[in-house]
Structures are given as structure tokens and as C-alpha cells.
């Protein structure tokens, strides 16, 4: 139990445009769920924390108006990359926090590997 | 905010020998010590986690200690394999009030035949 799916598992984009990427529990309930970036030989950078039906918790540094983050059920949140440049291209990575009470673990999706030319 | 610093960045061991991974976390209020292995271009995979009630835990030839006082916890592995060689993270997590998760620098480990 406790799979996290991600899509795209990759995805290559022109400068400018915008890229959509989904991170689904499969198989439970997420009350929470996290958005990191992890650049090349690099730890993950936890990007932002997103509660379902509640606005996302960003990080400092990171711009929520570039990086939009919707937790519409406790199954899905989706991180959409606006107007997307080459330094945008890494290792994005969600996981997600079971529902039961007094659950630390996280799991964590498979990522989601971005390259903007 | 809270902050996990990790030693040594790269660590190489003979295949047989232990391999230990030090971390340090600066927010008292962590309460929860994962530790990952991640392998190139795949998701970190949980390998141990300890929680601030515990000094150690064990798990077969992986062993984790935590010192909540010096806010120290490291991981150690012994009897290491070829497949043991990964980027090995540690994390400190807040589990109250909210919860987040702080990832240590990372430390690539080799384990040579």
C-alpha cells in the first residue's frame, strides 16, 4: 500500500510555455501533500506544503505565482510551472502524508523530470 | 526555521566494512528522524526512521541513534554490500502543528568490491 503516482515521468518544454505536473495517492488518503526540486547531485529543496480545498504554503524563495499549486481532493495535487525557463529544468518530486492520526511517513512519487530548452 | 546539516558529503568503504552518516538538526521541536537512499534519477526510498522518544533503532545491518539533547542522530550500516552504494539523505521533520520535512545535503556512499 501507500503508492504515489506522478505524470509526466519527463517532460521537455520550449521557454514560456507552462507545464502541468499531477501527483496522485493511489491507494490512501493524503491530508497533506509536498512539492520539492532537486537539481543535479543536489538534496530535495522542499518547495511548498499544499492541504487539500486550502491555499499551498510556499517556501521562501520560492514564487507561488510562478509555481501554482492545487490540492483539489485528498488524492491529487497538481504543480503547474508557469512560463517555464531552462533554470526551471530539474528533479521536481511530490510526496504525500497518509489521513490516520499520527502518521510521520511520507511517500514519496516517482518525480517528474523537467527539461526547458 | 529548522535546519539539517550532514557529514561527510562522500563517504568510500570496502565492501565488508561499516559506513557511518552523521546529522545535525538545529529545531528542538523535530520529532521525527527519517533517513532515505536514493539511487540515480529514482525517488527516495525510507530506509529507517526514529522518533524522538527513541535514542536507537535497528533494523537489520541498518542502525540509527539519536542524541535529542546534542541534536545529533546518525545512521550506521554495517556489513556493506555493492547494492548499499546510493545517496543516502537525512531529514528532520516537525509533526506538530503543521509538518514539514527538512532534508539534510545528502551523502554518496561507495561500496567497493
Known amino acids: 500500500g501507500a503508492v504515489v503516482s506522478q505524470h509526466p515521468s519527463w517532460v521537455i518544454c520550449k521557454s514560456g510555455t507552462s507545464v502541468k505536473i499531477e501527483c496522485r495517492s493511489l491507494d490512501f488518503q493524503a491530508t497533506t501533500m509536498f512539492w520539492y526540486r532537486q537539481f543535479p547531485k543536489q538534496s530535495l529543496m522542499l518547495m511548498a506544503t499544499s492541504n487539500e480545498g486550502s491555499k499551498a504554503t510556499y517556501e521562501q524563495g520560492v514564487e507561488k505565482d510562478k509555481f501554482l499549486i492545487n490540492h483539489a481532493s485528498l488524492t491529487l495535487s497538481t504543480l503547474t510551472v508557469t512560463s517555464a525557463h531552462p533554470e526551471d529544468s530539474s528533479f521536481y518530486i511530490c510526496?504525500?502524508?497518509?489521513?490516520?492520526?499520527?502518521?510521520?511517513?511520507?511517500?514519496f512519487g516517482p518525480g517528474t523530470r523537467l527539461t526547458v530548452l | 526555521g529548522e535546519n539539517v546539516e550532514q557529514h561527510p558529503s562522500t563517504l568510500s568503504v570496502q565492501e565488508g566494512d561499516s559506513a557511518v552518516i552523521k546529522c545535525t538538526y538545529s529545531d528542538s521541536a523535530s520529532n521525527y528522524f527519517p533517513w532515505y537512499k536514493q539511487e540515480l534519477g529514482k525517488r527516495p526510498q525510507l530506509i529507517i526512521d526514529?522518533?524522538?522518544?527513541?535514542g536507537e533503532k535497528k533494523d537489520q545491518r541498518i542502525a540509527v541513534t539519536l542524541n535529542k539533547t546534542a541534536k545529533h542522530f546518525s545512521l550506521h550500516i554495517t556489513e556493506t554490500q555493492p547494492e548499499d552504494s546510493a545517496v543516502y539523505f537525512c531529514a528532520a521533520s516537525i509533526g506538530t502543528g503543521g509538518f514539514k520535512t527538512i532534508f539534510g545535503a545528502g551523502t554518496r556512499l561507495f561500496v567497493k568490491a
Open positions: 526514529i522518533r524522538s522518544n527513541v
Open positions: 510526496s504525500a502524508r497518509a489521513a490516520a492520526r499520527g502518521a510521520n511517513e511520507q511517500f
